[in-house]
C-alpha cells in the first residue's frame, strides 16, 4: 500500500507542476489575440485552453469506462469493475465542468448560456448518460449483481454518444460551426505558443484525470476493505 | 430464429388474452396527445406551428407508451418463475432477447396504427405521404424497441425497476427520437422519401448497432 501511495504522491506533485505551468501559460504567456481585421480579441477566448482539454478527458473517461466494462464481462475480475465505476465518477464530473465552461464562454462570446449546439447537446447526451450510470449503480444493492448490470449499460452508454452527435449534427445542421477556431480553417492556432498552451493544458488535465483516478480507485479499494470488515464484525 | 418466434407468439398469446398492457397502451397514448392538444390550445388553429410541434408530441405518446410496455415485458414474467423457466428452455440466450423484441414491437406496432390517425384528428391534419411515415415509424419503433427490451430485461432484477427503466432509456434513445421526429417532421409536411433519406440511414445504423449490441449482451442483462 505505501509503495501505492507513493506513486500517488508522485503523481499528485507532477500534477501540480504541470497544471501552475499551464495556468501560468494561459494567462502570462499568450499573445494578444486578434481577429482577421486585426481586432483585439477579449481574454474570454481563453477559457478554451481549459475547455477543450476538459472536454477530450472526460470522452477519454467514458472511453476507460466502456473498456474497462467489456474487459470485466469479459474476464470477470473485480478491480476491472472499480476502474469503470472510479472512471465514471471522476468522467461525470469533468463532463459538469464542459458544460460549465462551454456555457461561460458561450455567455462571453456569442451572448447565451446555451445554443442547442452539437457539440454542446453530445456533451449533455454523455453527461446525462454517465448520470443514469451512475444512479443506476446507486439502485442495486448486491455487489456482483451491480457489477455486471452496469457493465453492460457502460457498454450501450458508449455505443449511443457518437450515434448521438450525428443526429444532432443532423438536426442543427444550419446552425455555423462556431468552433472553427480550432481546425486549420479558423482565425485563430496557428501560432506555435497558442499550440503550446494548448498541448500543456492538455497533458496538465490528462494528469488530473490519471491522479484524481488513481486516488478514486486507491479510495474505492480501501472502501470495500471497510465493507469487509464490518461485515465480519459479530 | 425459429425458436424466437416461438417465444414471440407465447407473448402474444398471453397478451391478447387479456389485452391489459395492449389497452392501457393504447389509452396512455392517447391521452398523452389530448394532453399536449390541451396545452397548446389556441397554438393549434395554426397550422404553421402545429407542423413544428406535432410530430414531437407524436414521438413523446409513442416514447411514454413504449415505455410502459417495457417497463412490464420482463417484469411480468417475474410471477411464478416465469423468467426462470424462460432461461431453462433449450435455446441461446439471445433467443430470448429476439423474441421479446418481436413480441414488443408488435405490441407497440399495434398501439401505433390505433394512434396516428387519432393524432391526425385532434392536430387536424391530412396525412400524406402514409408510405414514409409508415418507414420512418417502423425503423423508429424497432430502434427504441431493441434498446427498451434490452434494459428492461437489465432492470428486471432490480428493486426500483419501473424507476430504473425510464431514466437509463431516455438518455440512450436520444439518437432515435432525433431523426425520427425530423422525419416525421418533413413527411407531414408533404416530404418526399428522398427528403429524409439521411434520417432514414442514421435510424437503420442504430437499429442495427444497438440490435448486435444486444445480441453480444443479453446474456449478462438478463443474469445466469
Known amino acids: 500500500m505505501s509503495k501505492k501511495s507513493n506513486q500517488n504522491n508522485l503523481l499528485s506533485i507532477l500534477t501540480a507542476v504541470v497544471m501552475l505551468i499551464a495556468t501560468y501559460m494561459i494567462f502570462f504567456s499568450l499573445p494578444i489575440m486578434r481577429d482577421e481585421s486585426g481586432e483585439i480579441l477579449d481574454n474570454s477566448f481563453n477559457i478554451f485552453y481549459f475547455h477543450l482539454p476538459i472536454a477530450i478527458t472526460s470522452y477519454l473517461a467514458f472511453f476507460v469506462v466502456f473498456v474497462a466494462s467489456i474487459l470485466y464481462l469479459k474476464k470477470g475480475t473485480h478491480n476491472w469493475d472499480v476502474l469503470a465505476r472510479s472512471s465514471a465518477e471522476v468522467g461525470s464530473i469533468f463532463a459538469l465542468l464542459v458544460l460549465v465552461t462551454g456555457s461561460i464562454w458561450a455567455k462571453a462570446t456569442w451572448g447565451w448560456y446555451w445554443i442547442w449546439e452539437p457539440r454542446l447537446t453530445t456533451s449533455l447526451a454523455l453527461f446525462l448518460v454517465y448520470l443514469a450510470y451512475l444512479l443506476m449503480r446507486q439502485a442495486i444493492e448486491e455487489p456482483e449483481k451491480r457489477a455486471r448490470l452496469s457493465a453492460v449499460f457502460g457498454i450501450i452508454g458508449f455505443a449511443s454518444v457518437p450515434l448521438s452527435f450525428l443526429s444532432i449534427r443532423m438536426w442543427r445542421t444550419h446552425h455555423p460551426l462556431m468552433f472553427g477556431s480550432q481546425g486549420s480553417g479558423g482565425g485563430g492556432l496557428e501560432g506555435t505558443s497558442l499550440q503550446l498552451t494548448l498541448l500543456v493544458n492538455l497533458i496538465a488535465f490528462f494528469l488530473l484525470f490519471a491522479t484524481i483516478l488513481s486516488y478514486k480507485v486507491q479510495n474505492e479499494k480501501l472502501q470495500e476493505i471497510i465493507t469487509e470488515k464490518k461485515q465480519a464484525l459479530p | 430464429m425459429i425458436r424466437s418466434l416461438h417465444i414471440a407468439a407465447k407473448d402474444l398469446k398471453a ?112 396525412i400524406n405521404g402514409l408510405a414514409g411515415l409508415a418507414i420512418v415509424i417502423i425503423l423508429g419503433t424497432i430502434g427504441f424497441i431493441s434498446v427498451g427490451t434490452l434494459l428492461s430485461a437489465l432492470t428486471v432484477n432490480t428493486r426500483t425497476r419501473e424507476l430504473l427503466l425510464p431514466i437509463l432509456l431516455l438518455p440512450i434513445i436520444i439518437p432515435v427520437i432525433i431523426p425520427a421526429v425530423l422525419a416525421t417532421g418533413k413527411m407531414l409536411a408533404n416530404g418526399d422519401i428522398s427528403d429524409i433519406s439521411g434520417e432514414l440511414r442514421l435510424l437503420a445504423v442504430y437499429d442495427i448497432i444497438f440490435f448486435i449490441i444486444a445480441q453480444l449482451v443479453f446474456e449478462y442483462a438478463i443474469g445466469d
Open chain 2, 15 to 126: 397478451e391478447f388474452r387479456t389485452k391489459q398492457m395492449l389497452n392501457s397502451m393504447v389509452i396512455f397514448s392517447l391521452l398523452v396527445i389530448v394532453i399536449f392538444s390541451v396545452s397548446f390550445g389556441d397554438l393549434l388553429g395554426n397550422s404553421k406551428i402545429v407542423t413544428q410541434l406535432a410530430p414531437g408530441v407524436l414521438w413523446i405518446s409513442f416514447t411514454f407508451a413504449g415505455m410502459l410496455g417495457l417497463s412490464r415485458s420482463f417484469a411480468g414474467e417475474l410471477e411464478n418463475g416465469c423468467l426462470e423457466g424462460l432461461k431453462l428452455c433449450p435455446v441461446d440466450r439471445s433467443a430470448i432477447y429476439n423474441g421479446k423484441t418481436i413480441s414488443n414491437a408488435v405490441i407497440m406496432f399495434l398501439v401505433e396504427i390505433i394512434t396516428v390517425p387519432l393524432f391526425a384528428v385532434m392536430f387536424n391534419y391530412s
